[in-house]
């Protein structure tokens, strides 16, 4: 098993940025992707970004070209970094590790809060 501590989120003004992080308990060379989903009030978890360990991304139209996702394989931390941040970027923000095709984990949450 694998457990993930998200740290990063905090309050901020529309237009600025945060750096998410999300250290794992174990090699991300034994996990076959890191992601970062979001859920708002209300509404349900959404895929914001991923990184295979093949180095693959993908990000959710709505974060493309603000919301870069990275990792730091020596201190097992998958980043994201969020620029040109918008009030609707508000919700709690989870980090998932895919150990297998079928079996996941995921992190506590941070909550991100973005005035207008």
């Known amino acids: 098993q694998v457990q993930l501590v998200e740290s990063g989120g905090g309050l901020v003004e529309a237009g600025g940025s945060l750096r998410l992080s999300c250290v794992a308990s174990?090699?991300?060379?034994?996990?076959?992707?890191m992601g970062w989903y979001r859920q708002a009030p209300g509404k349900q978890r959404e895929l914001v970004a991923t990184?295979?360990?093949?180095?693959?991304?993908n990000y959710a139209d709505s974060v493309k070209g603000r919301f870069t996702i990275s990792r730091d394989n020596a201190k097992n931390t998958v980043y994201l970094q969020m620029n040109s941040l918008k009030p609707e970027d508000t919700a709690v923000y989870y980090c998932?590790?895919?150990?297998?095709?079928?079996?996941?984990?995921w992190g506590q949450g941070t909550q991100v809060t973005v005035s207008s």
């Open positions: 990184l295979t360990n093949g180095g693959r991304t």
């Open positions: 998932k590790a895919d150990l297998t095709s079928i079996r996941f984990v």
């Open positions: 174990r090699s991300l060379f034994s996990i076959n992707a």
